[in-house]
């Protein structure tokens, strides 16, 4: 079964930092695209970050909203996914999904909430 | 960026009734469009995938159809488990993008 687990969202201050993990499960990781998503009441759902397979040379891409304050990377000894976030602003505050990117979206984690508060 | 337009954004439908839900897409994204079912507290899960291909385990009551950039989802023979809100995206050029949704509730 194909599994994706977020963790490491919480509660920070704006201007700090958060790293989430994605650990996945149940399918060859190197072989997939890999995706952060976020979605808020008000914004609803927000593609963030993306970083391809093995083949296409891990290669990443980026919203223009977190472009150059998140870094999305992996680590394929271990099949994670992650996002480390910097910078964060009150208007990062949103739950944060890990996705598989396969015909579309195909397997969503969870969710990990993130709140960015004084 | 591409826009992703839904409508309605809500709807109210019967138990056993047929629906169907549009998105427009603000420019041309060839058949890279994707739907979703959300229900509250939960992740998305993924319906459709490049217009009308169904993700699997997904039944086939669910159905899409559409080019360019006009598309729609059907849903047939709604039952309880069905009334959620559902999302369409665009996976054609970067960044994604969403519509802003369609939340069906029983009438």
């Known amino acids: 079964e194909v599994q994706l687990v977020e963790s490491g969202g919480g509660l920070v201050q704006p201007g700090g930092s958060l790293r989430l993990s994605c650990a996945t499960s149940?399918?060859?990781?190197?072989?997939?695209?890999m995706d952060w998503v976020r979605q808020t009441p008000g914004r609803g759902l927000e593609w963030l970050a993306r970083t391809a397979n093995k083949a296409r040379g891990y290669t990443t891409f980026y919203a223009a909203s977190v472009k150059g304050r998140f870094t999305i990377s992996r680590d394929e000894s271990d099949s994670s996914l992650y996002l480390q976030m910097n910078s964060l602003k009150t208007e990062d505050t949103a739950v944060y999904y890990c996705?598989?990117?396969?015909?579309?979206?195909?397997?969503w984690g969870q969710g990990t909430l993130v709140t960015v508060s004084p | 960026d591409i826009q992703m337009t839904q409508s309605p954004s809500s709807l109210s439908a019967s138990v056993g009734d047929r629906v169907t839900i549009t998105c427009r897409a603000s420019?041309?994204?060839?058949?890279?469009l994707g739907w979703f079912q959300q229900k509250p507290g939960k992740a998305p899960k993924s319906l459709i995938y490049?217009?009308?291909n169904l993700q699997s385990g997904v039944p086939s009551k669910f159905s899409g159809s559409g080019s360019g950039t006009d598309f729609t989802l059907t849903i047939s023979s709604l039952q309880p488990e069905d009334f959620a809100t559902y999302y369409c995206q665009q996976y054609k050029s970067y960044p994604y993008t969403f519509g802003q949704g369609t939340k069906m509730e029983i009438k």
């Open positions: 149940g399918f060859i990781f190197s072989d997939y695209y």
């Open positions: 420019q041309d994204i060839n058949n890279y």
């Open positions: 996705v598989r990117g396969y015909n579309s979206f195909d397997v």
């Open positions: 490049d217009v009308s």
